[in-house]
């Protein structure tokens, strides 16, 4: 079966960093897009980075400078680095892949239907 599965998460200080993995089984990433999203409580889910089959990156305004997104092929992972961590970016963090390898104008949307596999999300903590 087709699976991604995020893990990584934590509870960490404001300023802190954390390493989230998006890993595939049942299918290859190399020619996949992937997007990272985020989803606090009670709020809509958004999209925070996309990387593309070209190893073209896409950041939220509010990340940029903050968060690196990255694959490993070898492993068949995606990587999102988190960088001095704010109480704001506390949220369940969620990868989605999209087979036709593009990110897009509309990589940030959680609707859009090149998403098609979507993993069970990695919780994120920030707090003093």
């Known amino acids: 079966q087709v699976q991604l599965v995020e893990s990584g998460g934590g509870l960490v200080q404001p300023g802190g960093s954390l390493r989230l993995s998006c890993a595939a089984s049942g299918f290859t990433l190399d020619y996949y897009a992937i997007g990272w999203f985020r989803q606090a409580p009670g709020k809509e889910r958004e999209g925070v980075s996309c990387?593309?089959?070209?190893?073209?990156?896409y950041y939220a305004d509010s990340v940029k400078g903050r968060f690196t997104i990255s694959r490993e092929n070898a492993k068949n992972t995606v990587y999102l680095q988190l960088n001095n961590l704010k109480p704001e970016d506390t949220a369940v963090y969620y990868c989605a892949a999209a087979p036709n390898g593009w990110c897009g104008s509309r990589w940030n949307r959680s609707d859009r239907p090149e998403y098609q596999i979507w993993g069970q999300g990695t919780q994120v903590t920030v707090s003093s």
């Open positions: 990387i593309s089959r070209n190893d073209d990156m």
